[in-house]
């Protein structure tokens, strides 16, 4: 079964100090890695995805990495409004609908 | 069109009785898909439509629980004789066959 798992559960930053969320999944043939933004009350909000080892991508303040096990969301200098829940989620190679499995979140509190 | 919208956002209801909720996708996207989230969880996938037919269902869409996608344009999303532990966030999102999922802002259901 495909699991994914997000750590920490809960992150709390003062503004402008950077760190790492991290998501580590075990899928078979995964054809994506998503990272979505949650801000209480709304739907996920995309952000990036990821579809091989290696490859990286940045907007803004946020930086998601990839490797064979895991993926990371790399956030820069945060700010106050960078607040929220981020997931992760996999697309995998079996799945001919799209489907997308979700961790649980990392809860980021960012405090001025 | 300015992306997935969902109605209504909130619905409190009784034990036992039945709600039915609705999606308008982005226009032009083909799928559709239904998910649950509850508290400090990701969101968990309960089914999705390409057009108009209904391609999968999670084993978490019991026999209370149905959808419908009539034209391949909104859908319904139907619990009966709701239970307390229906109590969540019903997200819906669209996209196009091969792209990355736009969702809603959801329906927080409560059943009390």
């Known amino acids: 079964e495909d699991q994914v798992t997000q750590s920490p559960e809960a992150l709390r930053l003062q503004e402008g100090e950077s760190s790492s969320l991290n998501c580590s999944y075990t899928?078979?043939?995964?054809?994506?890695l998503f990272w979505y933004r949650q801000d209480p009350g709304k739907g996920p909000e995309f952000l990036f995805t990821l579809y091989s080892a290696g490859e990286e991508k940045e907007k803004e303040r946020l930086k998601a990495t990839l490797t064979k096990k895991e993926s990371f969301l790399h956030i820069t200098a945060p700010k106050p409004e960078d607040s929220a829940t981020y997931l992760c989620a996999v697309q995998v190679g079996n799945n001919a609908g799209n489907m997308l499995t979700f961790g649980g979140g990392t809860r980021l509190m960012v405090k001025p | 069109d300015t992306g997935v919208s969902q109605d209504p956002r909130h619905k409190i209801t009784k034990r036992g009785q039945n709600v039915t909720f609705r999606c308008d996708p982005i226009s032009e996207h083909n799928r559709l898909y239904w998910y649950r989230q509850t508290l400090g969880q990701g969101p968990e996938f309960l089914t999705y439509?390409?057009?108009?037919?209904?391609?999968?269902k999670s084993r978490l869409l019991s026999d209370r629980f149905s959808a419908e996608r009539p034209k391949g344009s909104f859908s319904t999303l139907e619990i009966q004789r709701t239970e307390q532990g229906d109590s969540a966030m019903y997200l819906c999102?669209?996209?196009?066959?091969?792209?990355?999922?736009?969702f809603g802002s959801g329906t927080q259901l409560s059943v009390l």
């Open positions: 999102a669209s996209s196009f066959s091969n792209g990355q999922l736009f």
């Open positions: 439509f390409q057009n108009e037919a209904q391609l999968e």
């Open positions: 899928v078979s043939g995964l054809r994506g």
